[in-house]
């Protein structure tokens, strides 16, 4: 594959402080655009950053065709690139496509726009644990025209934005009782634009309670646990492991399918089932509920330090040999290639 | 209100062919666009319809914040201008934008712009009962921040698209047995973007069963019929009309609402409640089920020939004192001032 590449004439990079990164605020000097048109993926061309021109008809503000991926670009001490299980997301953006009547992007238009994007970028990718270039592909439809159907004409595109070991903060969350993050024959499990502008209200109002995030039950009955805004969740209870099954309301995450694995790997008791909200209250009461954790790409593990149901809060007690600190240890040291990646997962570029 | 007006130097209405308009294809001369920045809304403005530029880590492209309206605006024998109940779309579209936590559009900026813009384009509406302007309000997250949370910038904008009768050949539907458009507790009575491209997929694989839509049930049982892709839903049970109640998934269709109306003013029983996939088969097959059809801003009534549910399909003999036909031509003499408007829907631009 043919890409053209044009280069920006004086890189930015000196301008940014890499101690003092805003997630997702800045991006690097380039980015990769590769245009559907009549059928096929076309024209794949690297250049400047810089803001595009759409029509105001453009089907992605009107009918919300638009599907994404996270992913993270690490540094090793030799200056070596790798990223963690990346055909994960090749098949998860070409699932959310589906879902969304968009084209799949082409295998050689994500990975060889990834690889040569990054070749440019290497700068842009400081060592350190902690430290990586968040990796943005996101397919949208462009054709102009305002009728309530597929669009014929896309874009699929990757930005890179640095990114420093994301800290949020102590995180509390509300578990769900009335609002719903999707339903069952929905679009959950595809990572569609859409599912996160439904969250923001109300995670709005979860703020205003002091809490930072939610989790999402099922809709028909709110019982069941299923997803906490950006991230798949985990449960201890006592020394075992829990999470949720995937489903059509849920996001297949690489995190959590890596965690679950590592479970395995090191005897730790991990079950893939159903989890009830009075499970989980009636754990916590008796004090066998350990730890709570979300998994994503951005924060890796984010430890759940409490939880509101209904009338009744729970705070969680540090873990002196917590479960969120040592899958946290073993995937970073694993995307850093600091340990044995026996399954393959690090994909040098 | 201060608009700042830049005219086109040429206008293109004469390579238009008016008698050969494909929906939503076809835009005027002018749009109107107003930005929020800082916390309030500023810069209104009418430009030439013209592509604009966006970063392309605008939130829109990555957490869906997108919502629109749906308007038409009719001339009369005497070249007057009307719109059809606006306020319901200026209601509407901010209970959408509230749901998707994107700031309210402020009502002199809605309807200062829109009568504006209407103003400059009253060439574009052409006489004649179905001939109409398509009016397309929408707002969108501009601000350039791929963090998972809500934007700080947006765009109001309104495009226009002349339209004609619209009449897409008869319609057989399927109703949904697996995939749902929406969750108790979600986002489906918003007029939200992200709500659309979630069905283009089961309506795709419809299409490839020959049925032109869906109609959509609740996500739990897909037991209760709610309303039709892009159009709300009523059945005529013998002579009376049943169409079910708004809920948190059910778009607050202003026709639907209007045709609520119309049948108590012209003493036709009718029934706002739940509807049963049953009670609609068992009443098409002792030949009680007169009619189905859906109704909604583009095609304001769109009768429906045939179902299909599980192995069982139906078709509706036509029906000669049909009920779409009395509240399409009810409708269309108000919006065209062919008739008395008892409440007040028709509104002089």
Request: hydrophobic letters at 40%; one cysteine or more.
């Amino acid at each position: 594959m043919d890409i053209d590449i044009q280069l920006i004439e004086q890189s930015k990079i000196d301008s940014v402080d890499f101690n003092n990164l805003n997630f997702g605020r800045t991006f690097s000097d380039h980015m990769f655009t590769c245009d559907f048109k009549n059928g096929e993926w076309t024209n794949p061309r690297i250049t400047p950053y810089a803001p595009f021109t759409l029509e105001p008809s453009a089907r992605v503000f009107h009918y919300g065709q638009a599907v994404f991926e996270g992913m993270k670009a690490y540094k090793d001490d030799n200056d070596d690139i790798f990223l963690f299980r990346p055909d994960e997301n090749f098949d998860r953006i070409n699932k959310s496509a589906e879902r969304l009547a968009m084209p799949p992007v082409a295998e050689d238009v994500f990975f060889e726009g990834l690889k040569k994007l990054l070749h440019l970028e290497k700068k842009w990718i400081k060592k350190g644990l902690g430290n990586s270039l968040y990796l943005r592909p996101f397919i949208i439809a462009t054709e102009g025209a305002i009728a309530a159907s597929p669009a014929e004409e896309y874009k699929f595109m990757i930005i890179c934005s640095p990114a420093q070991s994301y800290y949020g903060g102590d995180v509390r969350v509300i578990i769900a009782e009335k609002y719903s993050r999707s339903a069952d024959g929905g679009v959950g499990y595809a990572k569609a634009a859409g599912n996160y502008a439904a969250q923001f209200y109300p995670t709005s109002l979860a703020h205003k309670e002091g809490y930072q995030q939610i989790i999402w039950t099922d809709a028909s009955t709110h019982e069941y646990l299923e997803e906490a805004g950006t991230m798949n969740i985990f449960f201890r209870i006592g020394d075992k492991l829990i999470t949720a099954p995937n489903n059509d309301r849920i996001l297949d995450g690489v995190t959590r399918k890596s965690i679950i694995q590592l479970a395995k790997d090191n005897n730790i008791d991990i079950e893939v089932r159903r989890v009830t909200v009075s499970e989980i209250k009636d754990a916590a009461r008796v004090g066998e509920l350990k730890e709570i954790f979300g998994s994503g790409t951005a924060a890796v593990i984010n430890p759940i330090k409490g939880f509101k149901h209904d009338k009744d809060s729970f705070e969680l007690a540090d873990q002196e040999n917590s479960y969120a600190r040592f899958f946290k240890e073993k995937l970073l040291n694993i995307q850093y290639n600091k340990s044995e990646d026996k399954h393959g997962w690090r994909v040098k570029i």
